[in-house]
Structure formats: C-alpha cells, structure tokens
C-alpha cells in the first residue's frame, strides 16, 4: 500500500468518526431539546395546576363570628311594603307558635290570640308577608329595670313600620314587665302607636307609661340568646350606657307562625 493510500484510508476512517460523533452529537442536542421541552412542559402545567389550585373555590366562606358567637347578619332589606290592618279575627282568640329565626339562632315565641287577638293578627300577617326578612333587632337595653331587646324595624332605624297602626291592648297595670315576655313597641300614640316593632324582656323591666305596652306572648325557647347579646353589651354613642344598638348584632332573617293544635 502507498503512502497515498494509507493517507486516504486515514482520511476516510477520520471522516466517519467524525461523521459518527457528529450523528451522536445532533441525537444527543435532540434528546436535550425534547427533555428541555418535557421539563418547560412540567413546569408550566405545575404552575397551572397550582394557580388552579390557588384559584379553585373552596365552598363559602365561613360567615364571621359576632361578640356573641352569632353570624355575622346580613344587610337590611331596607323599607317594606306598605300593608293593610288585618282583622283581628284572623287570631282567632287562638295560641300561635312563633319562630324567629334569628343570625344567633332561633328564638320561639307562644302569641296568645286572645288576649292580645289585633297585636297577634299583625304578626301573623307580617310575618306571611315576609316584613321582618333580614330585619336588625336595633335597640337593646342592660341598665337595671330595663332589660330588652327591641326588633320588628325592616330598616334597622326605629323608624319603619308597616303602614297602619292600632292601640294598646293586653297592657299590665303595674307597668311590670317579666322576663320572658313579648310585647309591642309603641310611639306615644296609645291609640295607633303600634305597628311592626316588639321587645324581647329577658329581665324584669318596669315601663311606667299610664297606657302601658301591648303584652302578646312569650318567649318558650331562645332566651339565653337575648341574654348572650345583652351580656356583650351596647355600642357606644347610643342613647345612654345602658341603651343603644346591641354590640353584638342580631338580625331576625325570617318568621314562621303557626296555629298550635288544642
């Protein structure tokens, strides 16, 4: 073989090894590329699963706790329709199941159609007309002798009612009122006063109005409720230390009445 030859064999075997790293070289930058690909992939699709995850809803929210443990309520429905009086036949001089289902729980009331037959026709009627949905209960009083949370107003204001009045019935003469018990809240007319609004009594509380206050019922379960608001207090700027709007507010969402079976 001449020098030539063996040169050229030389050459050849060169070329095809570096034709054969060249081959391992591009499968080696392709294999790369492909792992590159796969791992940008990951990457993008962890990124998306975790913004997915970041953004999938996990139910509603828990409704936050009041001073005394309530549900935060709602916003008030604001003003109401404007009604008629009902008859007060519709109490049929009958007992009533009330429930009051309140942002605190439920508050249950007996409404005796008998004694009180026009302040209890009202609250039936109101509440089948859904008057209280979401309704503040806006005034609460600690101070002694005057233990009370007052409700019924759509507006949270102490200023609604439901467009007719009636006069007080039912009214204790000694202006006592004991705890447990359900009345009206009046203006001082004693003859149309009354309308939409009520007190919760869980503490004997004297009212010396020569007229008095509409007593319709009593409150059979749900008391300690009333009591855990008043235990947390008014707000401040009220109308004195011992009565305001509650601290802890409470909101009646809706009512439910019921004839009770003799």
Do not use: H
């Amino acid at each position: 073989m001449t020098k030539k030859q063996e040169r050229d064999r030389a050459r050849r075997r060169w070329e095809k090894q570096q034709a054969t790293q060249a081959a391992r070289a591009a499968k080696r930058d392709r294999t790369r590329r492909v792992a590159a690909i796969v791992a940008t992939v990951a990457v993008v699709a962890a990124l998306v699963g975790g913004l997915a995850i970041a953004l999938k809803p996990e139910g509603p929210a828990k409704p936050q706790a009041t001073a005394a443990g309530c549900e935060q309520p709602p916003q008030p429905m604001g003003t109401a329709a404007k009604l008629e009086l009902p008859d007060k036949a519709t109490a049929k001089g009958a007992t009533w199941t009330a429930t009051l289902t309140t942002n605190c729980g439920d508050i249950v009331l007996d409404l005796d159609g008998a004694k009180a037959p026009q302040a209890v026709a009202s609250f039936i009627q109101l509440a089948k007309a859904d008057y209280w949905l979401n309704s503040p209960c806006q005034r609460l009083g600690i101070g002694d002798g005057f233990k009370l949370l007052q409700c019924g107003d759509p507006t949270g204001t102490g200023q609604g009612n439901p467009g007719y009045g009636f006069g007080v019935e039912n009214a204790p003469k000694d202006g006592t009122y004991p705890r447990g018990t359900v009345a009206m809240a009046r203006t001082p007319d004693p003859v149309k006063g009354n309308g939409g609004q009520f007190f919760l009594v869980n503490g004997e509380t004297s009212l010396p109005d020569p007229n008095g206050y509409t007593i319709f019922g009593t409150i059979t379960k749900g008391l300690d409720i009333v009591d855990k608001v008043a235990a947390a207090g008014v707000q401040p700027g009220g109308e004195s230390e011992t009565t305001g709007a509650p601290e802890a507010p409470i909101s009646i969402l809706r009512v439910a009445v019921t004839e009770k079976k003799a």
